[in-house]
């Protein structure tokens, strides 16, 4: 059959003809309503396709809609945990629902305020706590959680960003450690409380990582005893940038790491932190954006190959160092190199004759692969190697008509997407075995509504 | 050189399941179906032998009705010569032992000279359907194959113990031997090979084509049966570690102290 032969009718026919639950699925959304009653027997016509479709993520909203009304209690829990479902689905689906249900809409992405509202003072704390957690509670119910009876429903309310920072003062506890420690690296805040020295370590920590804790504070917890609070200082870009520095003579080498990652590193810091003992702090100076470029030459001969493969992903890794990392005897540092994106074509060429796996997919990826590399990449025996030509923006037709055929079904549910794809070959996944394939084809077949 | 492969199409177990009428099972619809894992390493390792020597012939046979055809198709496209269905209503209900005595008449009919299964399968994980086969059958038998060698008319192997220790030994061929996870790379089908697999034809067999009696089969033929299914009441014994992720943490390492006596 030629490619402009398959039309809607075609594909509707065959998913109602092979009881395809999943092309039916991706069709039904895409077809005129005649087609849609033909394949509802396919999603809806047994008890096995109906709890297909209602776990099924990318079903169609307006097939899992006609689910929502009369669901029996199994499938309104499978449908409770769709995320495909809108705010009118679940505000349908919650009606006369038992608190399994209404806890895992209540914890959906799309539950409505309103639903949340009242859901807020449900019986079950496992409702509440679900509530408690959402980004979408009205200020309202949040302020009213914060005197729940359910610890659980207070740790969720300290951890929900949206909590204002008035009942995350409400909610702090004279004797609850962890709770306060919520609180305490909670955006909100409220700032007395991150003006106040914590003695434990672990709300020390927190108030560390908090980007609202004043300055001064934060050079106090710089010099703390607990080396894990010194690390979270050092890690917080409020912390004084001098202040910092002086971490670079830390013992501990956990701080150090924390501050080889920080921006805005003076010279004589680099040079200190690229001699450090520990190959980590090397590894993160070598991948900071201000790292020196006379640096980068020292660590491309570092000793350890985690040093040098963070140079070789420097973005800012100066090409004359790219053919010594490329002929590095350590394949990570050379797979480092190989998945660059700005590899010029000569290197990529240098190293083609390369064996390992990690190098050879780094290098099916760049888009200046040579297509004869690509097509000797496309029949490796390894299916990351494949997968990664499928990956490359610019592999021509010729390569990816090859990988149609390709042993992995994640490597054809890639390939049904890319662009260069022949159209021809396109319509042969259509059929694939392997029903992802099938959905992200009937999903994306072009010309359905018109046809 | 023959080698028979013993395989299964699995029950996997969805959420959200509801158990069947009769409480001894899930039911149906709440269950999608698949190879069971161990036996991609099976035939594997079987596929394997048959590419590095001329002349083996490859035959999978599992015990199960026509939903078992798809597991069987899956090993014909992964390179399997034959396939092998026994069948009959009255197995309904069979445990290991009476699906072992049906494995052994196969085993008997096929005289392989190896004859594979898994471990266990990944739904009900008894763990000796291939023991039980090979108990029937007499022949010798090694567990929990994580090495294999061909050597003559022997195998030299290396089984898994308790502790992380291994035990390497040698076994007379024709023998049974359950082969465990990781002893290779299993291979996916093609998609050439799928679409030739799904022309090829299996071989149906029932327990009377065997020579067996009804005595032998079912519940009748089983040293046990499933008499209820049902979801364990949350007890003592298990401890959900709540809180936070820093007081998880923290009750997590105590635990772990306690236990070490520290």
Known sequence: MGVSMISAETLVERAARDQDVYAACALYGRVAPPRQARLEPVLFGSRRHRMIVAAFPLAPRALLARLCGDAEPVLARRLARNPALGADELMRLAQGRDSTVLARIAAMEAAP????????????????????????????????????????????????????????DQLWSSDDLYLNELILQHPQCPLPRLRELQEDPLLAQAQARNHGTPPALLETLARAAAMAVRAAAVRNPMLPQPVAEAA???????????????AGLGQEIQQRLAADPDEWVRSWLARNRVIAQPLLHQLATDGAPLVRRAVARQPRCPQPLWPRLAADPHHWVRAGLAYRPDLPPALIEQMAGDSEIDVLAGLAR???????????????????VRRAVIQNPRAPAGVLAVLVEDDYALNRLLLARHPNLDPADRARLLWDPA????????????????? | ?????????????????????????????????????????????????????????????????????????KCLAKGADRAIRAWDDALAGSDPLAIGRVLAKVASREQPDIFFAGVQSSDFAFGSTGLAAAGVLGWPHVAVVSRFELAGDKAVIRRELEGGLEESMEVDLPAVLTIQLGINKPRYASLRGIKQAAALPIEAVSPADL????????????????????????????????????????KLAQIIKTFKGA
């Open chain 1, 366 to 384: 760049q888009p200046c692969a040579p297509p004869a590399l690509l097509q000797r990449l496309a029949a490796h025996p390894d299916s990351d």
């Open chain 1, 248 to 262: 670079a003579g830390d013992p501990a080498a956990r701080v150090r790491r924390a501050l080889a990652r920080r």
């Open chain 2, 211 to 250: 020579g067996l009696a009804g005595s032998d089969l079912g519940e009748a033929g089983s040293g046990s049966r499933v008499r209820r299914m049902y979801l364990p009441e949350k007890g003592s014994a298990a401890q959900l570690i709540e809180g936070t992720p820093a007081e998880q943490a923290a």
């Open chain 2, 1 to 73: 050189m023959k080698i028979l492969i013993a395989v299964k199409q699995v029950s996997v177990l969805e959420e959200d399941f509801e158990l069947a009428a009769d409480g001894r099972d899930i039911a149906k619809d709440f269950r999608s179906f698949d190879l069971n894992e161990w036996d991609d390493y099976s035939l594997e390792q079987a596929l394997l032998i048959k590419e590095a020597g001329a002349g083996v012939e490859v035959v999978v046979v599992t015990v199960g009705d026509d939903e078992a055809d798809a597991g069987l198709r």
């Open chain 1, 113 to 168: 305020a309103p639903l949340l509202a009242v859901l807020a003072s449900h019986p079950d704390p496992a409702v509440r706590e679900a509530v408690a957690g959402h980004r979408g509670t009205p200020r309202a119910q949040l302020t009213l959680l914060a005197r729940d009876a359910s610890r659980a429903v207070r740790l969720k309310l300290a951890a929900n960003p949206m909590t204002p920072d008035a009942v995350l």
């Open chain 1, 435 to 451: 029903p992802q394939v099938r959905f992200s084809m009937h999903t994306a077949w072009p010309g359905l509504q018109a046809s």
